[in-house]
């Protein structure tokens, strides 16, 4: 059975620093493209993040480029996203989400429960 | 970025019902939609992936069609836990951006 569990949520203040993981069990996770997604409270999905299953390639959305950093760690089957120069408007539920495993296959098939992120003062 | 438009907001709909719902992308994305259904206090639920094709598990009321920039979510026979929000994503380029989403509500 995939599961998908994140953990690391929590209050933060504006310009702090959280690291949120996803532990991953069920599934060759090194063969898989893993993504995060957000979403503020009472607001829609926003794609966060993705990378490669070995690594190599990682994408962000514009709005964390150069705050985030996606990485994974193969050995342990987890998932990372540090989350750096927060900002109140990052305030949502952290979502990790498996990815496909080939070109053709692109769609998030399963999520975590979700890791609540609150940036405030 | 590819802009995904969701059609409509919000629905009043009730037990039995067919619902239609539709999801626009910005530019062609030949098929490489994909819906999600949310309900609130979870996680996105994949229902169905390349604008038509059934995730394992989901029941056929449920199906997809279109291709190139317009898509549709039909709902044949609306069934209580069926009450929730439908959000489209496509998937052919980064970033894999998701429409606003349709609530369904219970007339």
């Known amino acids: 059975e995939v599961q998908l569990v994140e953990s690391g949520g929590g209050l933060a203040q504006p310009g702090g620093s959280l690291r949120l993981s996803c532990a991953a069990s069920g599934f060759t996770f090194n063969a898989y493209w893993m993504h995060w997604v957000r979403q503020a409270p009472g607001k829609g999905l926003v794609w966060v993040s993705r990378i490669y299953g070995d690594g190599s390639t990682t994408n962000y959305a514009d709005s964390v480029k150069g705050r985030f950093t996606i990485s994974r760690d193969n050995a342990k089957n987890t998932l990372y996203l540090q989350m750096n120069s927060l900002r109140v408007e990052d305030t949502a539920m952290y979502y990790c989400?498996?990815?496909?495993?080939?070109?053709?296959?692109?769609?998030?098939?399963?999520w975590g429960q979700g890791a609540l992120v609150t940036v405030s003062s | 970025d590819i802009q995904m438009t969701q059609s409509p907001s919000s629905l009043s709909t009730s037990v039995g019902d067919r619902v239609t719902m539709t999801c626009r992308a910005s530019q062609t994305i030949s098929n490489y939609l994909n819906w999600y259904q949310q309900k609130p206090g979870k996680a996105p639920n994949l229902l169905i992936y390349d604008a038509s094709n059934l995730q394992s598990g989901v029941p056929s009321r449920f199906s997809g069609s279109g291709s190139g920039t317009d898509f549709t979510l039909t709902i044949s026979s609306l069934q209580p836990e069926d009450f929730a929000t439908y959000f489209c994503?496509?998937?052919?380029?980064?970033?894999?951006?998701f429409g606003q989403g349709t609530k369904l509500e219970i007339k």
């Open positions: 989400a498996r990815g496909g495993n080939s070109s053709t296959r692109r769609y998030f098939d399963f």
């Open positions: 994503q496509q998937s052919y380029s980064t970033p894999r951006t």
